[in-house]
């Protein structure tokens, strides 16, 4: 198929979704019509309850819409089968969470592990994908920290990295840097813009305008619609904030001062 008649990777017409039922009947999408291409880099902002994180849920096929179409590569997800869903998830789609969604009596290389389970792979080849996943990461040296043991960047780093074992081609972040602080936040955006220049679709659920800059498309949500849609220029990134933590580390580390050894004295007058 050429490029001129390649389908978006995602289009949503009529998307709609209801909870409730009578008078306590709410919509939370109403009528989404959307097209994301191939290795776009989308905020998805508003205010609470405006629907964002359902249709990052219906997007992730963690849930169904009640009217209106949804397709993935061209093809409509309405009628395939929750073990097709499944597949899809753990195939095409990466998940990243607020709260990490790390398993704590689990630690970190099997945790990143876990979704290789779900496709059969040997529990060595697992580890082995873990690993060399988690040393892109700078986290080699914590593959047998428990969760517990993590701080909160570490923690989502973690997160990304497990999203990433799969080789999705889809990433879907709900408010990945609501639990961190700012200086993590930026190393998780970093990593995030440097995933996406890789070639991956990211589509990210944000509250915080200053992430919007790491997008290449803006999308403002109110009252279940889309408000404003809107193509964002992203500044240029040549190293992640973490690779250059790093490399700021190396430089600031003092080299012992060279002594010079001291003359014998001996027959000396």
Not at 118 to 133: D, F, M, N, P, V
Not at 203 to 216: D, F, K
Not at 243 to 260: E, S
């Amino acid at each position: 198929m050429s490029a001129a008649t390649t389908p978006p990777v995602i289009a949503l017409k009529g998307l709609k979704k209801r909870y409730g039922m009578g008078d306590a009947e709410q919509t939370v999408l109403d009528g989404i019509d959307l097209k994301i291409e191939r290795g776009e880099f989308i905020a998805i902002m508003g205010p609470s309850g405006c629907g964002k994180t359902s249709l990052l849920n219906i997007l992730g096929l963690l849930d169904h819409a009640d009217d209106g179409d949804y397709l993935l590569d061209g093809r409509s997800v309405d009628t395939i089968s929750n073990g097709r869903r499944a597949r899809i998830r753990s195939e095409q789609i990466g998940f990243v969470f607020q709260s990490f969604n790390l398993i704590p009596r689990l630690n970190v290389i099997d945790n990143v592990a876990l979704p290789l389970t779900y496709k059969g792979i040997s529990k060595t080849k697992r580890l082995l994908e873990a690993s060399k996943i988690l040393s892109t990461f700078h986290l080699s040296e914590r593959e047998y920290y428990m969760p517990w043991q993590l701080s909160g960047g570490q923690s989502q780093r973690v997160a990304i990295a497990r999203a990433l074992v799969n080789d999705p081609s889809i990433i879907l972040a709900d408010e990945p840097t609501g639990n961190l602080d700012s200086r993590s936040s930026h190393v998780i955006m970093e990593e995030l813009s440097d995933i996406h220049q890789r070639g991956n679709t990211i589509i990210m659920v944000t509250h915080n305008p200053n992430l919007t800059s790491y997008a290449s498309r803006v999308i403002t949500m109110l009252d279940g619609k889309i408000a404003t849609d809107t193509k964002a220029p992203r500044q240029k990134r040549s190293k992640s904030a973490l690779k250059r933590r790093l490399d700021a580390q190396r430089k600031t580390v003092k080299k012992p001062k060279k002594t010079t050894p001291k003359k014998s004295k001996k027959g000396a007058k």
